[in-house]
């Protein structure tokens, strides 16, 4: 029983790590179209590997930042903003 109590707690304190943002409610006919918003991350210095849209409705990649880093950003769908970063 306490394994399964400990399994539960680890589930529960990490749960929103693997949550991302949302990023916003608007129609996709309102966003910056796939790619356009490709071209801005180049702009930004960013190289991904893998480019999706998320649950949240937000752009995401991952891949390197200008630097080499391995990084996971979120990105407003109308704005091209990055909402938010994660540098591993």
Known sequence: ???VAAAFAVLIC?????AGP???TEPRSKWMSEGDMKAK??????KYRVFKVTTG???????QDASG????VYFHPITGNVVE????
Do not use: D, Q
Request: charged fraction near 20%; hydrophobic fraction near 25%.
């Open 57 to 63: 409705n937000c752009y995401e990649i991952y891949g």
């Open 1 to 3: 029983m306490r394994y």
């Open 85 to 88: 970063e994660h540098k591993s």
């Open 22 to 24: 949302t990023c916003t």
């Open 69 to 72: 880093k391995r990084i996971e």
């Open 41 to 46: 991350i180049a702009t930004l210095g960013y």
């Open 14 to 18: 990490t749960g929103p790590a693997f």
